[in-house]
């Protein structure tokens, strides 16, 4: 769930917008009864270049120099196929960045299309990576959902 359900324009309490752009809006969702849930959402206006993911991985920097334990989604439904550039930049973040992830990330989500090339770019990013939360890979937003609260 959003933030902000557009139909019925609900505002869901304690979330709170931190990127907004033709290619991406993260927001975080705090204050309720489970861990804080950062959530990715790719949209279909624009590719997610250089400059969006280095406004998503400084966010995530300072969530993780918090180092309070949380969730987190990737919603690329909408996402168009990222350049080598962006995913090698992701990757060297990562590891760069992977005590900490360790440490803070709980759980990790994946809801993406049955597009084989993107498929092929997260599997990369994640054997990589090798996150040591459970994390789920699927097209199906509703198994995404319920994941994320079990």
Do not use: Y
Request: hydrophobic share 45%; charged share 25%.
């Amino acid at each position: 769930m959003l933030c902000v359900v557009v139909m019925t324009a609900m505002v869901i309490p304690g979330c709170r917008e931190l990127h907004a752009s033709r290619a991406a809006r993260v927001t975080i969702v705090e204050g309720g009864q489970g861990l804080p849930h950062l959530r990715l959402v790719a949209l279909a206006d624009e590719a997610i270049d250089d400059g969006v993911i280095d406004a998503i991985l400084g966010l995530t920097d300072t969530l993780l120099d918090k180092g309070d334990h949380f969730k987190s989604t990737w919603d690329l439904r909408e996402c168009k196929v990222p350049g080598m550039k962006v995913v090698a930049k992701c990757i060297r973040w990562a590891l760069k960045r992977k005590k900490k992830l360790d440490e803070c990330n709980q759980r990790m989500a994946v809801c993406m299309p049955n597009r084989p090339a993107l498929l092929k770019v997260v599997r990369i990013v994640l054997k990589v990576f090798g996150p040591v939360c459970p994390v789920l890979v699927s097209e199906d937003e509703g198994e995404c959902e319920t994941f994320m609260v079990s």
